[in-house]
């Protein structure tokens, strides 16, 4: 490991629970920086109930906390999906909606609005969007990767024109249920395609966390496998890799994942696609440091971003993927320019 | 020892391959020349297992190809690619590290490194091993990746039967760097029992570096053997439609295209 990608690795580390003490005591509700710090001192054991009170104490830890977490975990599951898959592309403008699941997921949400399900209280009452997002990330996925199958390979080239034709049909259709729609749904889809990380609980957390933990894991197994897979297919093979299970399992995981941070947060852009692009110009486009680096910055990120919704327009909340996009993109351009000046030198 | 077997491979109603069979020896450096389209990196893809063939087997010491494990068969078979993926920012001295991902988990070991380096000092990269690898020149970027091929076949002992197969490798290169490459094909072959395939357009570079030849045209085999044998001027222009001269003696071995070795003579009144 080189000097500066200790160093990012360090500075990470020292940053994320900063950011979390920094993230939860800021907000609409006033708690003191001090006040939240003995809370969090009063979870473990010493009391000290005088320096606060009881209202802090719930909003501070079954509300703010968990919608920390709950950032941290989406954002470090998208940065690392997206890493994988500008892997898989080897493409660094690949992300998560390539394949179809953001596409999918915003038809799905569309149709389960449109047909009144939040307000239902059937077998799945509260979550029936959620369950019927996952469903439709996970779907049009499936379909992509079939249409890319031939014989026993799994075609990349093919697997992008699948995945943009699907998004493109997708996208019509969900363009028609929007036409269908009125004026309160309409709202509705459009909020939910604006992605919110409110309404967090420890609920939603402890489901999440198999959900993206696990994934970031496994995806992170495939770093030797993706590195030798950037020089290309053949090579890959000749170096002993089995590219179609390396595909195949890729491709699980990453869809498990941002299916399900899409069905709890909606549509959160950019992250994907930007963070592991600022990770690669950190510590170098070896897979290993590049999932782990772009899962702790995701989370950094994803984190400060929401705090920033909260803070802009408080009492009142941004919808987060404005505030991605909106920061994302001079940050994106920026890069490229700096890239590009770097190699016209 | 490699054999094919028996080798067809159609895409559509077209033959690739049509009935190859052919035999590498270990210890031996063998070409495979012909005109383009003849299905010489075809052949060697197959060899390599990156294509299956649509009849007929390969069998690498006496066993099919489709019965040796993937990872396996990565630490005993290189293949250096005709084409590079240009985008990827390594440095030299990580590509080259990728060569030796077979024979790892997670972590390199002792041994690894050392070999990397040795392969490095080989291909005379070593003063630029902090660069990455998407601002290097042509032939550069073919020496390195030479060196990964290098490493991943290095012969740790005497008894390992490495394949080493080399599909024009040497495409970019000045002739400084051509002759180096080849002899060190050579030397694996000659010193550490490496059976050596190489795909080569360079008539001259064929026969100077090579035992055998196999002569292809049209995805079949027109002519194969000791490689004095193979390169007569009768079997060359029949495949390559244009004259040849070949000047042998006790000393010396040059094939001269294009052109008639007498009527040059007149020409130049040598």
């Known amino acids: ?345 | 020892m490699v054999k094919a077997i028996n080798i067809s491979l159609n895409v559509g109603k077209k033959n690739i391959l049509s009935k190859v069979n052919a035999h590498f020896n270990n210890g031996e450096v063998t070409a495979i020349l012909g005109p383009n389209g003849a299905g010489k990196s075809t052949l060697v893809k197959c060899i390599a297992g990156t294509i299956k063939p649509s009849k007929g087997n390969i069998e690498i010491d006496n066993e099919n190809i489709n019965n040796i494990a993937l990872e396996d068969l990565a630490c005993k078979r290189g293949y250096l690619n005709q084409q590079f993926n240009w985008s990827v920012a390594y440095t030299v001295r990580d590509l080259v590290s990728i060569g030796r991902f077979p024979h790892y988990d997670v972590y390199p070991s002792k041994e690894d490194d050392r070999i990397i380096t040795s392969a490095m000092e080989l291909l005379d990269i070593i003063s630029f091993s902090d660069r990455t690898t998407n601002n290097l020149s042509g032939g550069e970027l073919q020496r390195v990746h030479f060196a990964r091929t290098l490493a991943q076949i290095w012969p740790t002992t005497s008894k390992e039967k490495k394949l080493l197969i080399l599909d024009e490798p040497v495409n970019n290169l000045d002739p400084q760097y051509q002759h180096a490459i080849l002899a060190l094909a050579k030397d694996f072959a000659r010193n550490y029992n490496v059976c050596v395939i190489v795909v080569l357009h360079d008539l001259n570079l064929v026969a100077q570096y090579s035992n055998n030849s196999i002569l292809m045209k049209e995805g079949e085999i027109i002519a194969q053997g000791k490689t004095a044998d193979v390169l007569t001027e009768q079997l060359l222009e029949e495949v390559y439609k244009v004259p040849i001269s070949i000047i042998k003696n006790e000393s010396q071995f040059h094939i001269i295209t294009g052109v008639k070795y007498n009527q040059l003579k007149k020409e130049l009144i040598l």
């Not at chain 1, 024109?161 to 929007?178: E, K, P, Q, S, Y």
């Not at chain 1, 197994?221 to 297919?233: H, T, Y």
């Not at chain 1, 053949?234 to 890799?241: D, Q």
């Open chain 1, 1 to 345: 490991m080189t000097h500066r990608v200790k160093l990012t690795y360090i500075s990470l580390f020292v940053l994320l629970p900063i950011c979390v003490i920094i993230a939860t005591s800021l907000g609409a509700f006033k708690i003191e920086f001090k006040q939240c710090v003995n809370i969090i001192i009063n979870l473990f054991g010493a009391e000290n109930y005088s320096e606060f009170t009881i209202p802090q104490y719930n909003v501070l830890l079954n509300i703010r906390l968990p919608r920390v977490l709950l950032s941290m975990m989406i954002g470090a599951a998208l940065a690392v999906s997206g890493a994988g898959l500008q892997g898989l592309f080897r493409n660094p403008l690949a992300d998560p909606g390539l394949i179809g699941i953001s596409a999918g997921a915003m038809l799905a949400a569309s149709i389960a609005i449109i047909l009144g399900l939040q307000f239902t209280n059937g077998f799945l009452g509260y979550y029936s969007i959620s369950f019927a997002t996952f469903l439709g990330a996970i779907s049009t996925t499936i379909i992509v990767f079939r249409l890319s199958k031939s014989d026993k390979s799994t075609n990349i080239a093919t697997m992008l024109l699948a995945g943009i034709a699907i998004n493109a049909l997708a996208g019509a259709v969900t363009g028609f249920i929007i036409y269908l729609s009125n004026d309160d749904q309409l709202r509705d889809i459009t909020f939910w395609s604006l992605g919110s990380l409110g309404g967090a609980d420890w609920e939603k957390i402890i489901a999440l966390i198999p959900l993206t933990i696990l994934p970031i894991i496994m995806i992170a197994r495939l770093s030797k496998k993706l590195d030798v897979f950037a020089l290309g297919e053949s090579e890959a093979i000749c170096l002993g890799v089995n590219v179609n299970t390396m595909k195949r399992k890729l491709i699980i995981w990453v869809t498990i994942t941002v299916g399900s941070c899409v069905a709890i947060a909606g549509m959160i852009g950019f992250i994907g696609l930007l963070i592991p692009h600022i990770t690669r110009l950190l510590v170098g486009p070896k897979h290993r440091n590049l999932i782990w680096i772009s899962a702790i910055l995701g989370a950094l990120v994803l984190s400060v971003a929401d705090l920033l919704c909260r803070l802009i327009v408080a009492p009142a909340e941004l919808p987060i993927g404005i505030l991605t996009a909106i920061l994302g993109t001079p940050l994106f351009l920026m890069l490229l320019i700096q890239q590009k000046r770097k190699i016209n030198g």
